[in-house]
């Protein structure tokens, strides 16, 4: 049912945005159209690329500087390590959520329903969609808060100190707390050519 209710809203979306497709064209992975398989399957390496990437960063900085330092790797390195999974697999891709932490990370018109309805749930209860966007196919692996997260995307009131200083002076806006281990906390989505 939520998925119809997000394909349905998908097709309100403003008129600047990619279209999403007729209903139905949204669809979980494991049920995409036989056509959409070698695309999803660029989709899903860059995705796999860019998280093995991110996370081996992270893991660093988490050693050695301990969560303020992966406040850092997630706003300085990410970025970074998408354009390059990008440029190598032929994509584009990036990180959102409802819940933003950096405001240029905001979803893509094709994806931002989805978002929305995806909001509050745990993370095994999001899966992976296929958005057909004409040319194009979206899609959006989700994004779910494990141990590790906890330091930086827990409850405030148990920050560290130096994680509460440096999310204060880099997101002063900063929205992406209060979650807790197996909470979907976003997506990662990405664009590929059909």
């Known amino acids: 049912m939520r998925l119809a209710l997000a394909v349905a809203a998908a097709l309100a979306v403003p008129p600047s945005a990619p279209p999403a497709g007729p209903a139905g064209e949204a669809v979980p992975l494991p049920d995409a159209p036989p056509a959409w398989s070698s695309a999803i399957q660029r989709a899903e390496e860059a995705g796999a690329a ?3 990437a991110l ?4 893991a660093a900085a988490l050693s050695q500087d301990g969560a303020a330092g992966a406040i850092e790797v997630c706003a300085t390195e990410a970025p970074r390590i998408a354009a390059e ?3 190598a697999s032929g994509v584009r891709m990036g990180r959102t959520s409802d819940r933003l932490r950096n ?6 018109a094709w994806a931002r329903t989805f978002v929305l ?3 509050g749930e745990k993370a095994a209860a999001v899966k992976p969609l296929a958005v057909d966007l004409g040319g194009d196919l979206g899609v959006l692996i989700p994004i779910g808060v494990n141990a590790a997260c906890l330091g930086c995307h827990g409850p405030s009131a148990s920050a560290q100190p130096k994680v ?5 002076a880099r997101y002063p806006r900063d929205q992406a707390v209060g979650y807790a281990e197996g909470d979907f906390r976003g997506f990662l989505w990405v664009e590929v050519k059909k």
């Not at 996370?55 to 992270?58: A, E, T, V, Y």
């Not at 405001?103 to 893509?108: E, S």
């Open 103 to 108: 405001p240029a990370n905001v979803p893509p």
């Open 55 to 58: 996370r081996g960063r992270l």
């Open 85 to 87: 999974v990008s440029t």
């Open 164 to 168: 509460k200083e440096a999310l204060a």
């Open 50 to 52: 860019f998280q093995k």
């Open 117 to 119: 309805l995806s909001a």
